[in-house]
């Protein structure tokens, strides 16, 4: 049996308080996505659907040694007739060998600007008796809100573009991703009788000059929706997505002028409240 530890890029995640969990369903549910994906691969690798049996998914802790993300895949029956079963410690776990058995006996590989795919007349998949462990329990990626092209700047990027950046994580077989893009509704739907929606078509209310004169490239309420979206389809795959703390209220993700002016919260002392700078002492 092959072992191995598998090393990735690992960024620190600093103030975690929360983390995602996979949305409840029943095991077979939970299959029906990485089902779908291995019968998508197949259809480009091959050309042909994928037999019906011809992969099979189990979710079983004890897979794993150290109580992290693991996963075992396993060959059954002969070379002529061979099926692959892939336990996971976890569902993600499950679509880390998923991409795995692809990368081996379909040639895959997965870049972040693009997968490679090559053709084949057909999947051999007999022989297999691999596990992998991850050696980290956290490893992740921080989006910010940096400015640029759009494939460099997530702060544009709509449900494809994050689709796509989420089926990456997969591939590399990370498991944490943390959102910090920028402007979010967070005050609109916690205060909707005090702080309104601003109109998209005017300049952000507050807004200064120069790197503070800031407009939004989506809406504020569709960034809303597009990040529960986001998060339900990471969710759904198994992925963690941690909040941070810190100044939630920065040049870029400011302190609604409503609240202020309703709500009238006292300050930081020394707060620049000019520059709207400030975090709410409450």
């Known amino acids: 049996?092959?072992?191995?530890?598998?090393?990735?890029?690992?960024?620190?995640?600093?103030?975690?308080?929360?983390?995602?969990?996979?949305?409840?369903?029943?095991?077979?549910?939970?299959?029906?996505?990485?089902?779908?994906?291995?019968?998508?691969?197949?259809?480009?690798?091959?050309?042909?659907?994928?037999?019906?049996?011809?992969?099979?998914?189990?979710?079983?802790?004890?897979?794993?040694?150290?109580?992290?993300?693991?996963?075992?895949?396993?060959?059954?029956?002969?070379?002529?007739?061979?099926?692959?079963?892939?336990?996971?410690?976890?569902?993600?776990?499950?679509?880390?060998?998923?991409?795995?058995?692809?990368?081996?006996?379909?040639?895959?590989?997965?870049?972040?600007?693009?997968?490679?795919?090559?053709?084949?007349?057909?999947?051999?998949?007999?022989?297999?008796?691999?596990?992998?462990?991850?050696?980290?329990?956290?490893?992740?990626?921080?989006?910010?809100?940096?400015?640029?092209?759009?494939?460099?700047?997530?702060?544009?990027?709509?449900?494809?573009?994050w689709k796509k950046e989420i089926d990456w994580i997969l591939k590399r077989r990370l498991n944490t991703f943390m959102l910090r893009i920028g402007q979010d509704d967070l005050f609109q739907r916690t205060f909707p009788d005090v702080c309104a929606y601003p109109d998209p078509a005017k300049p952000l209310p507050g807004t200064g000059h120069s790197h503070d004169d800031r407009t939004l490239f989506w809406s504020l309420r569709y960034r809303g929706e597009l990040r529960r979206n986001l998060q339900k389809y990471a969710f759904e795959r198994g992925l963690m997505v941690p909040e941070d703390f810190g100044t939630m209220t920065h040049w870029y993700s400011r302190t609604p002028e409503d609240f202020l002016a309703k709500k009238k919260p006292e300050f930081i002392p020394l707060a620049n409240k000019g520059a709207n700078y400030h975090v709410p002492n409450s």
């Open 1 to 161: 049996m092959k072992r191995a530890v598998y090393g990735v890029t690992i960024s620190i995640v600093a103030g975690v308080i929360a983390f995602g969990t996979v949305c409840n369903a029943s095991a077979q549910e939970s299959f029906d996505l990485p089902l779908a994906e291995f019968a998508k691969y197949h259809k480009q690798i091959t050309g042909k659907d994928a037999p019906n049996g011809a992969i099979r998914f189990v979710i079983d802790p004890k897979v794993s040694k150290n109580g992290r993300d693991a996963y075992r895949i396993v060959s059954e029956g002969t070379r002529f007739a061979a099926t692959v079963a892939i336990t996971g410690s976890n569902i993600r776990s499950v679509w880390y060998g998923l991409y795995d058995l692809l990368e081996r006996r379909g040639g895959c590989r997965w870049f972040w600007d693009g997968d490679i795919v090559p053709k084949k007349d057909a999947l051999d998949l007999s022989g297999l008796d691999v596990r992998e462990e991850a050696h980290f329990e956290y490893r992740g990626i921080r989006y910010f809100a940096h400015r640029g092209l759009t494939r460099f700047q997530a702060e544009q990027w709509g449900p494809e573009d």
